[in-house]
């Protein structure tokens, strides 16, 4: 018998083999373009409190505020968008990620 212990996997090589997504970028009224960061690239604690809130309401600004820079929810909300428009802008910004990540928690269980 061996004291050595049996590692299958380490952090080193998760961090090696995962492939991070192009930052979801959209496309305002006035040719300006904001950026939504990647929440799954975030530090996990950070991410957790976004996506928290964000399911509890799409349409929060103090959230949008803590995800964006300041500067592009500024210009996001400039565009005086109606509670539905809003909340179809964050619905896509977060299904672009949990399309090609998976919903938080599942990871690659989904894919068959």
């Not at 080193?12 to 690239?41: C, H, M």
Request: no cysteine; charged share 25%; proline share 2%.
């Amino acid at each position: 018998m061996t004291d050595s212990p049996n590692i299958q996997f380490s952090i080193a090589g998760v961090r090696k083999e995962i492939v991070k997504a192009e930052v979801l970028k959209v496309g305002l009224s006035n040719s300006k373009v904001i950026t939504f960061p990647d929440l799954y690239a975030m530090e996990s604690s950070e991410a957790e409190s976004i996506f928290g809130r964000l399911n509890q309401n799409a349409t929060n600004w103090k959230v949008i505020r803590t995800w964006l820079s300041l500067e592009d929810a500024d210009a996001l909300k400039a565009e005086k968008l109606s509670v539905i428009e809003l909340s179809t802008v964050m619905r896509r910004a977060v299904r672009y990620y949990e399309d090609i990540y998976g919903t938080a928690g599942e990871g690659n269980a989904s894919e068959g």
